[in-house]
């Protein structure tokens, strides 16, 4: 494995790189993979099945736009997890080329609203011409970090977010800013690579890089410290499958209490190490 700065700075902008990369690839018709590197085998490219498209059903896959789908970068499928409702506002986190932005806004409907939002241009430009090949009407993609929502407070129901959180340089402030943004009650649906609590950042890192979903993936009880310091309540952190040795593709729920001052038990992770 090659070595990588870890300055924030510079790891921000390597995931830029990668996810622009990946978003050029998609627009002159090849196919985005998050995880590790594909590895080409003469005339095929064997990538990582733990990541991407397949993790949606086939019937989803089938309805949205072919360059949607080749741009899924994830490892789930959190439009699935969170239960979006008629009329709900929803935002997904490092929205890439829209895959997850367009299935909730059919799930919340005409009279709901779907935001998307990204730090690279590439991935917006790709992401808007999707939503106008869906015909989608109840989407807005804005661009900026997701550690710095340009949103008002207390601005949606629901956020998501696909295997993006753990390529955060600053995850503490996206759990504040995602509690910000949620109205009193909202809640989180997010799909997320996820450590054994046994395992070191280095070892994490010894799995796959920063880029890859892997280096920069939080712990379970890390996960779990970060949202109930940001404020969350109800947070339930589930393992999903496998995607390295002791590292979990994993669900991972939570709210903002309607009463702030109020507090409910945190679940007990199910299957969690």
Not at 161 to 179: G, H, M, R, W, Y
């Amino acid at each position: 494995m090659s070595e990588q700065s870890t300055e924030p700075t510079d790891l921000r902008e390597t995931v830029r790189r990668r996810y622009a990369s990946a978003a050029l690839k998609v627009t002159e018709g090849g196919t985005a993979c998050c995880g590790p590197e594909p590895v080409e085998i003469e005339t095929e490219t064997e990538t990582d099945e733990n990541f991407g498209s397949a993790l949606y059903p086939t019937a989803e896959r089938d309805s949205l736009p072919t360059e949607a789908v080749a741009a899924s970068l994830g490892c789930g499928n959190p439009t699935a997890v969170a239960e979006l409702r008629e009329g709900e506002r929803v935002l997904d986190l490092g929205s890439g080329g829209g895959i997850d932005v367009l299935l909730s806004a059919r799930r919340v409907g005409p009279t709901g609203k779907a935001y998307g939002l990204d730090m690279t241009e590439e991935m917006l430009a790709l992401a808007l011409g999707n939503a106008e090949r869906a015909g989608a009407t109840n989407v807005e993609f804005l661009k900026g970090t997701i550690e710095a929502i340009p949103l008002p407070a207390n601005t949606v129901d629901v956020v998501i977010s696909n295997c993006v959180i753990n390529l955060s340089v600053d995850k503490p402030a996206v759990f504040t800013e995602t509690f910000r943004v949620l109205r009193p009650g909202g809640r989180i649906g997010v799909s997320d690579v996820v450590a054994d609590d046994t395992l070191t950042p280095e070892q994490r890192a010894q799995r796959g890089d920063y880029v890859g979903c892997i280096a920069g993936a939080l712990s379970f009880a890390e996960y779990r410290t970060g949202l109930e310091a940001a404020g969350f309540t109800g947070i339930a952190i589930t393992p999903a499958h496998p995607v390295a040795d002791g590292m979990h593709s994993a669900v991972i729920r939570a709210t903002k209490p309607r009463d702030q001052n109020s507090a409910r038990p945190t679940e007990v992770d199910s299957g969690a190490a």
